[in-house]
């Protein structure tokens, strides 16, 4: 999760995500190369003194700041097509967790479990413990299995939400009518927290969602203890 003076992307925990960051790394160079050149450009023109009064037309230089924009136009959108695809990839998911935005909670289903179904809810403030995340912890959360192809199906019961998991490169809007999916594989064991982000509502802040990523043998104890 995000804590004091992170302003940057939250560390990966799937292989989605770290490939999201690296996509992001190489369009910010891409941006900072640019802008250092057009601005020094930019600054320096301040300081000439000549004109050149037989200019009227440079075909080959506009040739040249035409066509080399487009070729790195091409650099970014390239990689960038190649993410999205692959975001869309669904890989013979082991679980399949269903998420349903309301106002203003998430509840969950594992359907592939005796329809295990519980709610979440965030923890007020005034009952927080100690060690709790204000605004962030909630009172059941989902349990996944780490090293695992799962699935999420979103959908909403009455407005529109949006299932958003940072640290996973997860962000899925729950559409009432609609059945949205996605996947994802978690790398490490944690806590990942996410909230919703679309505008749903006076409590749209206070709908988080929180992740415990265990690995697979403790999933089937939990998976069972629900069951009996
Ligand atoms: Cu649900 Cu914002």
Not at 105 to 116: A, G, L, P, R, V
Not at 139 to 152: A, G, K, T, W, Y
Not at 166 to 171: E, I
Request: aromatic share 14%; with cysteine.
């Amino acid at each position: 999760m995000s804590t004091w003076a992170n302003l940057g992307l939250q560390d990966s925990a799937s292989p989605l995500m770290e490939q999201l960051i690296f996509f992001h790394d190489h369009a910010l160079l891409i941006l900072v190369m640019i802008t250092v050149l057009v601005g020094y450009l930019m600054f320096m023109l301040f300081f000439n003194n000549y004109v050149n009064r037989f200019l009227l037309h440079g075909q080959l230089i506009e040739m040249i700041w035409t066509i080399l924009p487009a070729i790195i136009l091409l650099f970014i959108a390239l990689p960038s097509l190649r993410l999205l695809y692959l975001l869309d990839e669904i890989n013979e998911p082991s679980v399949t967790l269903k998420s349903i935005g309301h106002q203003w909670y998430w509840s969950y289903e594992y359907s592939d479990f005796n329809n295990i179904e519980f709610d979440s809810y965030m923890i007020p403030t005034n009952e927080l413990s100690t060690d709790g995340f204000r605004l962030l912890d909630v009172d059941n959360r989902i349990v996944l299995p780490m090293n695992s192809q799962i699935r999420i199906l979103v959908t909403a019961a009455d407005v529109i939400h949006s299932w958003t998991i940072p640290a996973l490169g997860v962000k899925v809007d729950g559409t009432p009518g609609r059945l949205n999916q996605t996947n994802f594989f978690i790398n490490r064991p944690g806590l990942f927290y996410g909230q919703c982000s679309e505008i749903c509502g006076a409590n749209h802040s206070f709908m988080p969602i929180v992740i415990e990523s265990v690995p697979v043998n403790y999933f089937i104890k939990w998976i069972s203890s629900n069951n009996s």
